[in-house]
């Protein structure tokens, strides 16, 4: 497994697979690597012939206060971690290297990007569509792999692919958790022992909303005050929002039929966490 941190190192060598009749499967991640995006790599590495992971903290989808310098990186745990999992090539590049010094093109998606985390985070979602197409142009891959925790991200990429017309298949793939059901995030780090006891309130939260609309429940307000009331009773809890959205669309409904999501962040402390569900009703 080699490890590249230039745009023209890759296209090398996706180049030369290319020339081998070779499939290739992209991975963006952020670093920091843990079970959840190993079963991304997994999942990469049995649907392509060359699997390339991209770790890179995305300046552009940060604001101004968020956790820019503080993210947590280890690029020789995210290698080992790599290199097990199977994949042939990790891009990681410098900010400079994905944003020239007078680089000003985004790409801004006027859907799906508005509630949500788009709420209280109005810059993200524009950060994120601009790396990760710039990332679909650098390695040109035949499937590229997205986490469902981040359920709004991949409605958002999914949008943004059929809008532009890359030729990509975007796979979402399912979220991983703790034993205890807490969803494995990199952000995990930030809890301190308490607070991360108090974090596995958003799972057991959405899972009583779940089990509602399993036993018959068809109003979305209902579900809400379920989930909210059950996560309240965490005192280190402040809730960011609460949401039962059409997965198509994002927006909300008053009657839970066909595919919905359910959706929560909630602050633990200090540290801000996403959790979810999507039911078929």
């Known amino acids: 497994m080699n490890i590249v941190s230039t745009i023209n190192e890759v296209r090398k060598q996706v180049k030369e697979w ?11 991640t952020m670093g920091y690597l843990h079970e959840g995006h190993k079963s991304l790599i997994d999942a990469a590495v049995k649907g392509n012939d060359k699997v390339v992971v991209s770790v890179f903290v995305n300046p552009t989808q940060f604001a101004p206060g968020e956790d820019l310098e503080t993210y947590p990186r280890d690029l020789d745990r995210d290698a080992a971690l790599c290199e097990q999992a199977g994949a042939a090539l990790i891009f990681h590049p410098e900010p400079s290297e994905m944003y020239h010094r007078d680089y000003s ?12 985390c788009g709420k209280t985070r109005p810059t993200h979602f524009s950060g994120v569509c601009t790396v990760v197409s710039k990332l679909f142009h650098i390695v040109q891959p035949d ?3 997205f ?14 692919v059929e809008d532009l017309n890359f030729d990509i298949k ?18 995990n780090t930030y809890l301190n022992e308490e607070e991360r006891k108090q ?6 939260a959405l899972q009583k909303g779940k089990e509602q609309i399993e ?19 965490m005192p280190l809890a402040k809730i960011d929002y609460v949401e039962v959205v059409d997965f198509q669309t994002l927006e909300s409904i008053e009657e839970i039929k066909g595919e919905i999501l359910a959706a929560v962040a909630v602050y633990i402390g200090k540290t801000r966490l996403i959790d979810n569900f999507i039911i078929r009703v």
Do not use: F, W
Request: proline share 2%; aromatic share 2%; glycine share 8%.
């Open 199 to 204: 974090a596995v309130i958003l799972n057991r």
């Open 170 to 187: 975007i796979i979402g793939c399912p979220i991983i958790r703790e034993e205890d059901g807490l969803a494995k995030s990199s952000r």
């Open 105 to 116: 093109t985004y790409v801004d998606m006027r859907t799906l990007t508005q509630g949500l």
């Open 18 to 28: 290319r020339k081998q009749g070779l499939s290739v499967g992209l991975v963006p």
């Open 147 to 160: 986490g469902q925790k981040d359920a709004q991200q991949l409605a958002v990429i999914r949008h943004m």
């Open 143 to 145: 499937r590229a792999y």
């Open 215 to 233: 036993s018959g429940e068809r109003k979305s307000l209902e579900i809400k005050q379920t989930i909210t009331q059950t996560i309240e009773t």
